[in-house]
């Protein structure tokens, strides 16, 4: 008997979506909106509240929404200091299209912006847009991570090796091999083996200027008149 039958299937998790909006009126007209086309909100009416809710959630959210044209801190304000301490992607509302706003907005990390008055039509499709987009640059950055991890540990490796082949004398297939069958009769990554052999190899060589300077000041001493 399948015991698993009829059994729910996991609920997906909504996007969360930050709209930070002095303008009271527009704010909860973006919180319907997006609520009524599946998104979880949260809504805040200064950069400060922003901040504050961001800071005691235990959950980021997957895109923020700041109108540019706040008192206080202004939207690019929050959004220079979101590109600093969180990874939040941001989209960016202003009553203009100012070309010096946009490239200021676009250097704090903008993945979409919307003008006022903001056509209803508009907003859903923009915001999943904005999250699209918003993926597509944390795959690559991860990407990116995981290349140069990758390439690290191949230089590590490489250099291991060499320092096998210089100390058995031997060719580098031959080191390669010791390496690997070592890694694998002690359960360990191959990268984290060559990362041990370096250090050890660091650690001899710091004694080995330790143990010349010593020999150098005992020959000094006995030559001295």
Do not use: C, W
Request: hydrophobic letters at 45%; glycine letters at 6%.
């Amino acid at each position: 008997m399948n015991t698993n039958a009829g059994a729910a299937n996991p609920i997906e998790e909504k996007r969360l979506i930050l709209l930070v909006d002095d303008d009271v009126l527009i704010l909860g007209l973006l919180n319907q909106v997006l609520q009524k086309a599946g998104f979880d909100t949260r809504i805040a009416t200064s950069a400060q509240m922003a901040l504050d809710m961001i800071l005691e959630s235990d959950r980021e959210p997957d895109l923020a929404l700041l109108d540019i044209g706040m008192p206080g801190m202004s939207g690019l304000e929050l959004g220079e200091r979101l590109q600093l301490e969180t990874t939040i992607p941001m989209m960016f509302l202003s009553a203009n299209e100012d070309e010096a706003v946009v490239k200021q907005a676009t250097d704090n990390g903008a993945v979409g912006y919307l003008v006022k008055p903001i056509e209803m039509a508009r907003i859903v499709p923009s915001i999943k847009a904005g999250l699209a987009r918003a993926d597509e640059i944390r795959h690559l950055r991860e990407s990116e991570t995981k290349l140069a991890a990758a390439l690290q540990a191949g230089r590590e490796t490489s250099i291991a090796i060499g320092l096998l082949m210089e100390r058995y004398k031997t060719d580098r297939q031959s080191a390669f091999d010791m390496l690997r069958d070592y890694a694998r009769s002690n359960r360990l990554k191959l990268n984290d083996v060559a990362k041990a052999l370096l250090a050890s190899a660091e650690s001899l060589n710091r004694f080995n200027g330790l143990f010349s300077e010593q020999t150098s000041r005992k020959q000094s001493s006995r030559n001295a008149p």
